[in-house]
């Protein structure tokens, strides 16, 4: 098997609506060999990964997928359940999936749920190999397979503290972005709302208290002043200086490192000189600066303190291990490592113990070695510190600290300024006051770990990550930002996408909104231009939504960012389906009409509940996608008497539409006049109909968003069709008598539309330059050459996108469309004009221009608008000859 392409799905897509990996696999031979002629693949099977037996597939029941297995399926079905089930196994809970046929033999679209994307693809990728074995009778052995995998989760997942956080606002609805595949770097909520977290430091998290607390000798002098009970201790630079400070505190101490976490480097209960010299130069390994400080006897405690509230306390204990009287001190280890409990890094609720230089020294400190076998009862630590992170053990007494010590937690996180703050108290009990025994801090820190409360290893765990999302969204009856999220506009279809994400975004901005907008052409923030492109696809819905003073997100969706990354978002307030024509056909597996008409409509099933779907009544296949709509419904329509939206308006639903060339919505009984298509500047006095098309959704989805009648007159008035305000959309242009107009129409539908528009223009000749892209069918082509041929008096074809054809056939069939509409009109002198080759689209422009004279129209449907609009403004053109009689 051949896997030819392999992709995340991030978003809303034309297979799923939630997140999915996409595999077309190529599965060669085995297109010839169904399950059901393989003997005893099914037991095979499940021998080898028994889980299996839970899944349902059609059959809908447990043990379903065994029963196909038994009727006979395909290689690409077994590779999507054994893809699910491998992710089950590494602890990730996915189970949809789907495998479809293709238009070609033996490949198939594989699709499957993934929670983490490397985990997914390389799940899919296992799940080829080991499908491939079955097939093969080859021998199997599972383990490596699930080991490798789990390196792959342990490499990308994220820690437990963010993961905490992230589970808390999805409980919320609110998104979560990862800003960054190695760490734990993330995006809470879109736009103004957003929030963005490492670990357990915020974007409110303080600079100076982060600081403070990364500074152990800084931390002491501010809770000392402040009458903190803390460590007597000295900044150390040198060895001699350390032996001093031991000498004059007294022994035992403690020795660590100025700047630290985690509790490398650090030396506790040092006894003597000796000791003190192996303990500063484990300290001065990780900084030149050593702190050497007074032993503190009592309990290990961590207080947690948020939003300056104690929210949790544990009693932590370093990695330690009991003697039984006959094991060796590394026997006791390896059997504490096989608790289940206990796995690498962050994966389980412990962290497995390693004998490192600093266990060693510590045991020797004790009289031991790894081969000394401990006696029944003793305890014998193997840790100086208690962090979790080195296989420590944490007991919740979040219930039982007494009010004074909860007082003084809260009043460091103060003297501090931290937002989020852990906070190391060596006491002998959290159940009496601190002043009442013997008790110090001994640090705080800043992003402090979170899993010692989330899964203590005894006692209640606390759901630390509600804390940290009130903290940052407010509590969850704010409706102003419960979810954090803003309102997304979502628009697509066939044809006009642009125009219509600018008018919506123009209108949102007169009413008084901060927009960020992305279109086929740019992205812009508060009408501002940061980045030029085609930014239709999911990476410029993600580029809006970072913006922090972004309050309406609107956005153009083209269907190859659908078919290749799914939508950039996993719901919208408002979807916006314009129309579906015959465009495109024949990529991505979309081959037909309704295929295309689905992979639109993925916007409309996107819209979430309680949203609006915008819909255009005068298209059938989009009037049906009504059944994808989760909320409300509102119809634009160029005809007013609709029956469709007649009913749809007398069951109290919204419509917008034309009367007496007036743009009005109604509803009920209701009829709300808006604006004359006269004042409306890209409706050309009414000629422009898909203009006015445009105009009726984009009133419609503002609407939606709360604008009012004012507001949305106010808007229509005041977009004009110029470089401005919509570049490369119908922008006509008055040069030396020659009028030029430049639009975008690639297609036979836009085409069929700005005839209309053309024709009402008056001109002595109609020069046209255009083009098709290559990736379009050879029978698309010929067509969009034959409509050129209804439209002209003079044709350039040019060739700007050809997308791998060789240099000059897209071309070629553009002209054979042309020319071959015009032998079907019959008479020679009934052809529409000359038409004539040019490749290069700036000397197809040129051309044009030294053809057009006084009185002539230039229809300019060219690719690169802003070369084309270059060229015009650096010219003068010929005005029409004088005839002298």
């Known amino acids: 098997m051949n896997i030819l392409e392999h992709r995340a799905l991030r978003g809303p897509n034309y297979y799923s609506r939630y997140p999915a990996i996409l595999m077309r696999l190529d599965i060669g031979e085995l297109e010839t060999r169904p399950s059901d002629t393989v003997p005893g693949i099914g037991d095979r099977l499940a021998a080898l990964i028994p889980s299996l037996a839970e899944h349902r597939c059609s059959v809908g029941r447990p043990g379903g997928f065994f029963e196909r297995l038994a009727r006979g399926t395909w290689a690409g079905h077994i590779v999507e359940h054994v893809a699910i089930e491998l992710q089950n196994l590494i602890g990730f809970s996915v189970g ?80 979560a972005t990862r800003l960054d595949d190695n760490s734990s770097y993330v995006q809470l909520g879109h736009g103004h709302h957003l929030q963005r977290i490492q670990a357990a430091v915020t974007g409110r998290t303080s600079l100076i208290g982060y600081g403070m607390a990364d500074d152990k000798n800084w931390t002491k002098q501010v809770l000392g002043d402040a009458g903190i009970p803390v460590p007597a201790g000295h900044v150390c630079d040198s060895l001699e200086q350390a032996l001093a400070a031991a000498r004059t505190l007294g022994y035992p101490v403690v020795v660590k490192p100025l700047v630290g976490n985690h509790g490398r480097g650090v030396s506790i209960d040092v006894g003597d000189d000796n000791a003190l010299i192996e303990a500063y130069a484990a300290a001065y390994l990780r900084h030149a600066s050593v702190v050497v400080e007074q032993y503190i006897h009592g309990e290990d405690h961590r207080l947690l303190v948020i939003d300056g509230q104690l929210v949790a306390a544990a009693r932590r204990r370093p990695a330690h291990v009991t003697g039984d009287g006959q094991s060796t001190l590394q026997a006791l280890v390896d059997a504490e490592n096989s608790d289940p409990r206990r796995g690498i890094g962050h994966e389980n609720l412990l962290t497995q113990i390693e004998l490192d230089e600093q266990s060693d020294r510590l045991t020797s400190q004790q009289g031991l070695t790894r081969d000394s076998v401990i006696a029944a009862g003793d305890i014998v630590w193997l840790k100086a510190t208690a962090n979790l992170s080195t296989g420590g053990t944490a007991t919740d007494v979040t219930d039982h600290v007494h009010p004074e010590v909860r007082f003084a937690a809260e009043r460091i ?65 704010d409706p102003t930002q419960a979810n954090g999220r803003i309102p997304i506009t979502a628009i697509t279809g066939t044809n006009g996408k642009t125009t219509t994400t600018r008018l919506i975004a123009h209108l949102l901005r007169q009413a008084g909104r901060r927009v960020g907008m992305a279109t086929t052409g740019t992205i812009e923030i508060d009408n501002h231009v940061v980045m030029r492109g085609d930014y239709s696809g999911p990476q410029a819905a993600a580029t809006v939504l970072r913006e922090p003073t972004v309050e309406h997100a609107i956005l153009e969706v083209a269907r190859g960012g659908i078919m290749r990354r799914g939508l950039g978002f996993d719901e919208c307030e408002v979807g916006v389906l314009l129309n579906i024509a015959s465009d495109h056909l024949g990529e991505n597996d979309i081959h037909t009409l309704d295929e295309l008409a689905r992979c639109k409509t993925v916007v409309i099933d996107a819209v979430r509940e309680g949203g609006t779907a915008v819909l255009n009544a005068d298209d059938a296949r989009v009037y049906e996608s009504r059944r994808w709509a989760r909320g409300p419904i509102i119809f634009f329509t160029l005809n007013p008497d609709s029956e469709a939206v007649a009913a749809h308006v007398r069951e109290h639903g919204v419509a917008f539409t034309v009367r007496d060339e007036r743009v009005v919505m109604r509803q009920g009984q209701v009829e709300a006049d808006i604006i004359a298509l006269a004042d409306m500047p890209i409706s050309f006095g009414g000629h422009a109909r898909f203009n006015v098309a445009n105009a009726l959704a984009a009133a419609a989805a503002a609407h939606a968003l709360g604008l009012t009648v004012a507001d949305i007159h106010m808007g229509l008035q005041t977009f004009h069709p110029t470089l401005g305000q919509n570049r490369g959309r119908t922008n006509l242009i008055d040069i030396d008598g020659v009028r030029v107009l430049i639009d975008y129409a690639h297609n036979v539908p836009a085409l069929q539309a700005l005839h209309e528009l053309v024709n009402s223009l008056p001109a002595n000749r109609r020069i046209y330059v255009a083009s098709s892209p290559g990736n379009r069918r050879d029978d698309d082509i010929r067509a969009l050459g034959a409509q050129l041929a209804h439209m002209h008096d003079a044709l350039f074809v040019c060739e700007p996108y050809p997308r791998g054809r060789p240099p000059g056939e897209v071309a070629g069939l553009v002209k054979q469309g042309a020319l071959s509409q015009d032998e079907a009109q019959g008479e020679k002198d009934q052809r529409s004009g000359p038409v004539e080759v040019v490749l290069d689209e700036h000397e197809a422009v040129a051309q044009a221009l030294d053809m057009a004279h006084e009185g002539d129209l230039l229809v300019l449907l060219v690719e690169y608008i802003d070369e084309a609009i270059a060229q015009i403004r650096g010219r003068s053109l010929p005005t029409a000859p004088t005839i002298s009689l």
């Open 96 to 175: 949809y999936g789907k495998t479809v046929d293709s238009y070609e033999t033996g490949i198939y679209n594989v699709v499957y749920r993934y929670r983490d994307e490397a985990s997914g693809l390389a799940a899919g990728v296992a799940a080829v190999e080991l499908v491939t074995q079955l097939f093969s009778d080859d021998d199997i052995d599972l383990d490596p397979v699930i080991a490798r995998l789990k390196e792959v989760r342990d490499a990308h997942m994220l820690g437990p503290s963010t993961a905490a956080i992230v589970d808390a606002a999805a409980r919320r609805g609110i998104p």
């Open 413 to 477: 996180a103060r003297l501090i300024g931290l937002d989020i703050i852990g906070i190391d108290l060596l006491a002998e009990t959290l159940t009496r006051p601190l002043e009442d025994q013997s008790a110090a801090v001994v640090e705080v820190n800043a992003g402090p770990g979170l899993r010692m409360h989330l899964s203590p290893t005894h006692g209640e765990g606390r759901d630390i990550g509600k804390h940290i999302i009130d903290m940052l969204f407010g509590p969850n009856h």
